[in-house]
């Protein structure tokens, strides 16, 4: 099972090398298959629960494959997560579906989608077709009706240059315009290499002090923020203005490592007025993504700090 790690890895190699996919940093391919079609709408209605927990859906992204993402969309409903991130865009299309459509069902399901994994390779000289790829893209997450666009992944390596990485901040900065004027937020999220040094920089912080505050947010994922070296809650702390969703994840399961301290990660976060966040599961204890996206939610669901 490739896990984002592995994907990293490859995808700086890929990079390096100047060969990229137009849809690999999609994250996760566009799910056919059979449908699910069992249980009805009421009975997902039913099993909600009252908390708003949010899922990144690349944690089902096997399933996605196997059964279609019809299944998986009923499969998170029944659990009871409200607030989905997607990460299967591609040509137009979300999880191989017209936007209008994939935000039909997910309605339906009584659930919204409020953000978007997706992204591309930047280059100078090939600045017009990046810029054509997220016009399009662009067009179709406005009728998705997303909050947010989020990028989540750059091209580091042990020769990136401070400058590369100010390239990139304008990349972002231009992108960050585009998507403002269709009224969405364009964001970037961390992984742990950005915890990293460039010389004397931190990469992740010359990332928030390079970009246009005004035009591109950040999405923090706690557990990568925390396998780098950087302490989550003192980045929230720190630039709340910056921060507008979160990755809550753990090695595996939400909570079953015992690394994480997430109280006061939700207390900061409350506290900034962040109201986005999502779970999101790469590994599985045993080789079992729904049971471990089940599992996260119960753990969530029950704790006290989570409103």
């Known amino acids: 099972m490739q896990n984002r790690r592995n994907f990293i890895r490859k995808a700086s190699m890929m990079l390096a090398g100047g060969v990229v996919a137009p849809q690999l940093l999609t994250l996760t391919s566009c799910g056919g298959g059979k449908k699910n079609t069992s249980g009805s709408g009421s009975e997902t209605a039913e099993a909600v629960a009252a908390k708003n927990i949010g899922l990144q859906l690349y944690s089902l992204r096997d399933m996605v ?37 994939f935000r039909k069902i997910v309605t339906d399901l009584g659930m919204k989608c409020t953000s978007a994994h997706l992204g591309q390779a930047y280059s100078k000289e090939k600045d ?16 998705l009706g997303v909050k947010y666009m989020i990028q989540p992944w750059m091209p580091v390596n042990d020769e990136t240059t401070l400058d590369d990485l100010k390239v990139y901040c304008d990349y972002f900065t231009h992108v960050g315009y585009k998507t403002a004027a ?16 460039i010389g004397d920089q931190l990469i992740f912080d010359f990332l ?12 923090l994922d706690v557990y990568w923020c925390q396998e780098g070296g950087g302490n989550p809650v003192a980045y929230l702390k720190d ?47 045993n080789n079992d993504p729904v049971a471990s996206v089940q599992q996260s939610f119960d753990y969530l669901d029950k704790a006290s700090y989570v409103k």
């Open 239 to 285: 630039r709340p203005s910056q921060f507008k969703a979160l990755h809550i994840k753990d090695e595996k399961e939400i909570g079953a490592s015992g690394k994480m301290d997430f109280k006061p990660i939700f207390e900061q976060m409350y506290a900034d007025n962040i109201k986005d966040w999502y779970v999101e599961v790469e590994e599985y204890t």
């Open 182 to 197: 269709a009224s969405i937020a364009f964001g970037y999220h961390n992984h742990s290499f950005e915890f990293r040094k």
């Open 208 to 219: 928030l002090d390079n970009v246009s505050k005004n035009h591109v947010c950040f999405e």
């Open 128 to 143: 017009a077709e990046v810029m054509g790829w997220w016009d399009q893209a662009i067009e179709a997450h406005s009728e």
């Open 65 to 101: 494959k196997d059964e279609g993402i019809q299944a998986v969309l009923e499969t998170v409903a029944k659990m009871g997560y409200k607030n989905l991130e997607t990460a299967g865009y591609d040509s137009g299309k979300v999880y191989g579906l017209p936007p209008a459509e």
